[in-house]
T-cell receptor, first 112, second 112 residues
Framework: GVTQSPTHLIKTRGQQVTLRCSPI?????VSWYQQVLGQGPQFIFQ???????GRGNFPDRFSARQFPNYSSELNVNALLLGDSALYLC???FGGGKNNEQFFGPGTRLTVL | QQQVKQSPQSLIVQKGGISIINCAYE??????FPWYQQFPGKGPALLIA?????SEKKEGRFTISFNKSAKQFSLHIMDSQPGDSATYFC???????????FGKGTRLSVIA
């Protein structure tokens, strides 16, 4: 399945964080979502074949990249209290009309 | 602007009963409608999905009903069990590996 690391993370305001995701073998697309407690996931970024294919309504403090092995990193700079959330990575084939996205367990980020 | 509206926010069902969760969408370009199940501390798991070319899809105890003209779709859980207690999210996107737009979720509790 999709793996994410770390599982939990505690940071203070102003710090920077890097979250990691490994997609399902054979999948070439990775998407990042933010899930605030009690809400549905909100789209942050989508990557396919190492290219950014979409970006949600998030500030420039959020950035991401995809590596040649299709794994991905999400970086968040200058952390704010409001960045506390579950960060989810979703894996998909990326080609054709196949829409299925499979989520990892998430990284729980707490900003103090 | 919320593109997928989900109701109810919470639902309590007796064991053996039918759980029904409804969603409505606005974007007529959406053509893929999945439902995800999420347990506390876990990532969303793909439960069942439907495309607009059919009005109903059944997998075990889970059925999606789809009404294209009304732009609505619903999840029915037959013979609900305590193990079904979780948060359910409807979602939608367009073909071609586009980001998922999620509803706000329904917290289902199945009581014995």
């Amino acid at each position: 399945g999709v793996t994410q690391s770390p599982t939990h993370l505690i940071k203070t305001r102003g710090q920077q964080v890097t979250l990691r995701c490994s997609p399902i073998s054979g999948h070439k697309s990775v998407s990042w979502y933010q899930q605030v407690l009690g809400q549905g996931p909100q789209f942050i970024f989508q990557y396919y074949e190492k290219e950014e294919r979409g970006r949600g309504n998030f500030p420039d403090r959020f950035s991401a990249r995809q590596f040649p092995n299709y794994s991905s990193e999400l970086n968040v700079n200058a952390l704010l209290l409001g960045d506390s959330a579950l960060y989810l990575c979703a894996s998909s084939f990326g080609g054709g009309k196949n829409n299925e996205q499979f989520f990892g367990p998430g990284t729980r980020l707490t900003v103090l | 602007q919320q593109q997928v509206k989900q109701s109810p926010q919470s639902l309590i069902v007796q064991k053996g009963g039918i759980s029904i969760i409804n969603c409505a969408y606005e974007n007529t370009a959406f053509d893929y409608f999945p439902w995800y199940q999420q347990f506390p501390g876990k990532g969303p798991a793909l439960l069942i999905a439907i495309r607009p070319d059919v009005s109903e899809k059944k997998e075990g105890r889970f059925t999606i009903s789809f009404n294209k003209s009304a732009k609505q779709f619903s999840l029915h859980i037959m013979d609900s069990q305590p193990g079904d207690s979780a948060t359910y999210f409807c979602a939608a996107n367009e073909s071609g590996n586009t980001p998922l737009v999620f509803g706000k979720g329904t917290r289902l509790s199945v009581i014995a």
